[in-house]
């Protein structure tokens, strides 16, 4: 492996963590910050927005204002790079407190992710969340809320 590729997979993984304190901190400038202008995000698998960067951004910085608490793991980062673009896959695990709940939920998937190398370093042109599960998963009446 080339200095070249490590540093790569370094500053990839870096925005994937960089990308959980953005959520978690609900930092949405931060947020924005990880994805290219023209980026396509899709949460449709755990029941959220597909969209474009600025859009799914408005919709998260409304649906999470409304949870106490979230906390996402982001591990296994495996990436497949080709030259200034990188297809990229990680696995998640997010522990939350929706609203008015007393008891904690949990959901985890994976994340696949479509990079590029910018002048900034690396962005996310496309996300697709990939939800697997969810324990004590929130009530569909919820789910709409959120989505409004």
């Not at 910085?61 to 793991?73: F, I, K, N, V």
């Not at 609203?99 to 994976?110: K, Q, R, V």
């Amino acid at each position: 492996m080339d200095i070249q590729r490590i540093s790569d997979e370094l500053e990839i993984a870096s925005v994937l963590n960089r990308y959980a304190r953005a959520v978690d901190g609900k930092d949405w400038d931060l947020w924005r910050s990880l994805f290219t202008d023209d980026a396509h995000i899709d949460y449709s698998s755990a029941g959220g927005l597909v969209g474009g960067r600025d859009e799914v951004s408005a919709w998260l910085e409304r649906s999470l204002a409304q949870m106490p608490m979230t906390q996402h793991y982001v591990t296994n980062v495996e990436a497949d790079i080709d030259g200034d673009t990188a297809t990229v896959r990680a696995m998640f695990y997010n522990p939350m407190l929706l609203p008015g709940a007393s008891e904690t939920s949990a959901c985890g998937g994976y994340y696949h992710h479509v990079m590029v190398r910018t002048e900034s370093g690396w962005r996310s042109k496309q996300l697709r969340e990939e939800n697997l599960w969810f324990d004590n998963p929130p009530s569909a009446e919820l789910r709409t809320s959120m989505k409004e």
